[in-house]
C-alpha cells in the first residue's frame, strides 16, 4: 500500500498531539479485499524535542462500491467519523479515535487513519466476553433511544430500518436456496428444513412483531472479528453497514455470524438476557415480552447458511454450516438465563 509521508506525519502529530518532523514505517496487510484495503502501519516517529516515540497505526483505504440495497454504505464511515458520533460513546464502549480522516476530490476513495487496540477479537472471545458486549451494546442503544442526542438526526448517511427485511426477502425471491430447501435433493435434516419454510410461512407476522420493537441505532455488523476486547471495554470497527434498526438486530449478528458454533446456545442464554438489562438501565424494556431474537437470527442467517451451503465444495465446511443451523434450532426451547 502506498502512503504519503507527510500525510502520516500529520497523522502522527494528531496521534501523540506533538510537533513530529520524521518517521519511518512499515505497513502490515491485515485485512484486504477488492473494495478496500486495511493495514498496519508501524514503525518509530520522531518529536521536534527530539523524543522518539514507537506507534503502531491503523490504515484503511475505502474504494467506492455498491452494495445491495444500500448504495451509500461504502463512505458511511467517514461520515460518521466526520460527524459528533464519536461523543455519545462511553468508555466501556466506543470505536477506535480517528487521526485523520481524507475523501479524494472525485468522492470515490476515502482514507481513514484510525487508533490500533491491542485485544482480544474473533473466535477468543470467551463467553463471559460475549456477555458484556450484549450488556454495553444494551446501554449504548438505551442511552441514545431515551436521549435522542440530536447527532442521531444530523445523521444523513444511515442505513434504513427495513434493509434486513429487504435483504431476508431477496433471499426468499431467489430459487437457488428457496427451491433447495424444498426439494428432494436437500441433505439438511427435516427439522431443519422445516424451521426454515416455517419462518417463510410466518413471515409477514414476525416482521409485524419486529416493527413493534423499539427502533435504535445499528452497527449491523456486530460480530466477532469486530469486536475487541481490551483492558475490560470493547471496542467495535467497521461501522459502514450502521443505521436505524430493531431492538435485538445486533444480537443476531453476535450470536449466529460465524460465530462459536459449539457455544451458540450458551451465548443466545447469556447475551440475551444482558443486553437487556443494559437497555432497561435507560429505558423501559419490561413491557417487550417478545424480544424477537430467534426470529431476527433465522430471517437474517436462514438463507444465508443455505447460500453458504451450496457455495462450497468443502465438505467440513458443508457440515460447518448445517450445524449452525442446528444450534439455532435449539435456541427456540432453550431457557434464558436469569
Known amino acids: 500500500m502506498n502512503l504519503k ?9 494528531q496521534r501523540f498531539k506533538k510537533n513530529i518532523i520524521s ?28 523524543e522518539k516515540l514507537p506507534y503502531r497505526i491503523v490504515l484503511k483505504v ?49 482514507q481513514l487513519w484510525l487508533e490500533y487496540i491491542d ?37 444523513t448517511n444511515l442505513s434504513h430500518a427495513d434493509l434486513m427485511k429487504n ?44 416493527e413493534k420493537l423499539p ?14 476486547y481490551a483492558d475490560g471495554k470493547i471496542a467495535l470497527i467497521d461501522w459502514d453497514t450502521s443505521g436505524w434498526g430493531y431492538l435485538g438486530e445486533d444480537l443476531a449478528s453476535l450470536i449466529a455470524d460465524e460465530a462459536d458454533i459449539d457455544h451458540m446456545v450458551e451465548y443466545y442464554q447469556r447475551c440475551i438476557p444482558a443486553y437487556y438489562k443494559g437497555f432497561s438501565e435507560y429505558t423501559d424494556a419490561a413491557s417487550i415480552a417478545d424480544n424477537c431474537v430467534y426470529e431476527l437470527i433465522l430471517l437474517g442467517f436462514g438463507y444465508r447458511l443455505v447460500e453458504w451451503y451450496l457455495h462450497t465444495e468443502d465438505d467440513n465446511e458443508k457440515i460447518k454450516w448445517v450445524h449452525t443451523l442446528q444450534q439455532i434450532y435449539k435456541m427456540k426451547t432453550s431457557p434464558l438465563q436469569d
Open 215 to 228: 427502533l435504535v441505532l445499528c452497527h449491523r455488523d456486530f460480530w466477532v472479528t469486530n469486536l475487541i
Open 23 to 50: 518517521a519511518d514505517y512499515q505497513a502490515l496487510p491485515l485485512q484486504g479485499g477488492t473494495v478496500g484495503d486495511v493495514c498496519l502501519v508501524s514503525g518509530s516517529a520522531e518529536a521536534a524535542d527530539g
Open 5 to 13: 509521508l507527510e500525510t502520516l506525519i500529520n497523522t502522527l502529530s
Open 167 to 210: 435483504t431476508y426477502l431477496h433471499y426468499r425471491s431467489w430459487p437457488v436456496v428457496y427451491d433447495y430447501i424444498r426439494s428432494e435433493e436437500c441433505e439438511f435434516p427435516q427439522h431443519v428444513r422445516q424451521m426454515l419454510i416455517d419462518i417463510d410461512e410466518h413471515a409477514d407476522e414476525i416482521l409485524a412483531r419486529i
Open 119 to 155: 485485544g482480544v477479537t474473533g473466535l477468543d472471545l470467551t463467553s463471559d466476553m460475549y456477555e458484556q458486549a450484549a450488556l454495553e451494546l444494551g446501554r449504548y442503544q438505551g442511552k441514545l433511544y431515551a436521549e435522542q442526542p440530536a447527532v442521531l438526526h444530523s445523521l
Open 62 to 110: 475505502q474504494n467506492k462500491w455498491e452494495r445491495y440495497g444500500d448504495p451509500g454504505s461504502w463512505r458511511r464511515e467517514y461520515d460518521l467519523y466526520a460527524s459528533d458520533l464519536g461523543a455519545t460513546f462511553s468508555d466501556a464502549l466506543r470505536w477506535p479515535a480517528c487521526y485523520h480522516a481524507e475523501m479524494n476530490t472525485e468522492e470515490t476513495k476515502f
